[in-house]
Nanobody
């Protein structure tokens, strides 16, 4: 099973920034042809859609992070990024990236490949 790998999480103060990366450990898995989504899950809450970037580079961000978070991809590095600025304590969660080639990219059920997640903690 192909595994995605997130990195870049950590502890940051309110108003700070972090950049998460999503890559794959499988050299034969071409992440560039997939829509890659970012989700987050806080303790006791359901996994929440944060945003996604299609294989062609179109991006979508949920309203709560729009204007603060930006998703991008570097096809040469086979990596997708989630730049998070002006972080708030309510952004604290485990962040996951996932990949799909179907059109159901707004919900976790639409994705077939997932990473293990990376913890983001925003202190007040």
């Amino acid at each position: 099973q192909v595994q995605l790998v997130e990195s870049g999480g950590g502890l940051v103060q309110t108003g700070g920034s972090l950049r998460l990366s999503c890559a794959t450990s499988e050299r034969t898995f071409d992440i560039n042809i997939y829509t890659v989504g970012w989700f987050r899950q806080a303790p006791g809450k359901e996994r929440e859609f944060v945003g996604a970037i299609t294989y062609s580079g179109h991006t979508y961000h949920t309203d709560s992070v729009k204007a603060r978070f930006t998703i991008s991809r570097d096809n040469a590095k086979n990596t997708v990024y989630l730049q998070m600025n002006i972080l708030k304590p309510e952004d604290t969660a485990v962040y996951y990236c996932a990949a799909t080639r179907n059109g159901r990219w707004l919900t976790p059920e639409g994705y077939g490949y997932w990473g293990q997640g990376t913890q983001v903690t925003v202190s007040s």
